[in-house]
């Protein structure tokens, strides 16, 4: 598939890629403790089971098919790798009950109820006890949640990104990150859309202004070095 083929780097023009790197495209430093955020993993993002995204919206209409069953193992990577390491962990899923006084996080029209789906996160990469699930109301992990006072609280000086979708709260939580000063990495395998333009694209945006976008293997030899 074609994640596992080339990387986005490969898709955006490379005489793009070399204009940007003359100005752009900064590499963050990991720091000394980093904190995982997963980002609305749940069914009504990846579906309920690895299929194709034409059948996977059939049943939930926002879900992204293959691209997010793809994602899936790296993400139970990312989880092994930073739980193994006692770094904290949190989640996102929307929260739907503020978003019936405040509005939805996009513009979509909602065309079934998908609530149950917002709450459901696959087994493969269940929070763990004592993790913390983030409820959110609108894209940014970082629009009117704690997250911020959590991360002060905790002395979190960076931010590994993973989950969904790429253009959409993946994006609007690193460029919130950026703004507050947080060093912050996302995960190129472990991220997904619905659109792999869209995805590519948005990594390279994202790459370029707001956060350093590296591969798992990338990140994981990084975290190694942090014991030395």
């Given at each position: 598939m074609r994640r596992l083929d080339y990387s986005w780097k490969d898709v955006m023009p490379k005489s793009e890629r070399l204009l940007y790197s003359k100005t752009f495209s900064q590499t963050n430093d990991l720091g000394i403790k980093p904190a995982l955020l997963v980002i609305d993993c749940t069914y009504a993002f990846t579906g309920t089971r690895k299929t194709t995204i034409e059948k996977a919206i059939e049943e939930v209409p926002t879900a992204c098919g293959e691209m997010a069953w793809e994602a899936i193992p790296y993400i139970q990577q990312l989880l092994f790798v930073i739980r193994e390491k006692q770094l904290p962990i949190i989640y996102t899923k929307n929260d739907v009950e503020s978003q019936l006084m405040v509005g939805k996080a996009t513009?979509?029209?909602?065309?079934?109820?998908?609530?149950?789906?917002?709450?459901?996160?696959?087994?493969?990469?269940?929070?763990?006890?004592?993790?913390?699930?983030?409820?959110?109301?609108?894209?940014?992990?970082?629009?009117?949640?704690?997250?911020?006072?959590?991360?002060?609280?905790?002395?979190?000086?960076?931010?590994?990104?993973c989950g969904a979708t790429t253009s959409g709260c993946v994006r609007a939580t690193a460029t919130d990150a950026c703004s507050y000063g947080i060093s912050t990495f996302v995960v190129e395998e472990a991220c997904f859309d619905r659109s792999y333009f869209a995805h590519c694209a948005n990594l390279f945006d994202i790459n370029a202004k707001y956060a350093s976008v590296i591969s798992f293997n990338t990140l994981n030899e990084q975290l190694l070095q942090m014991d030395q």
């Open positions: 513009k979509s029209i909602r065309q079934v109820d998908l609530d149950p789906y917002y709450q459901l996160i696959p087994d493969e990469i269940r929070p763990s006890d004592g993790e913390w699930v983030l409820q959110k109301p609108k894209a940014s992990a970082f629009f009117s949640t704690s997250l911020v006072s959590y991360l002060y609280q905790k002395q979190i000086d960076s931010l590994i990104i």
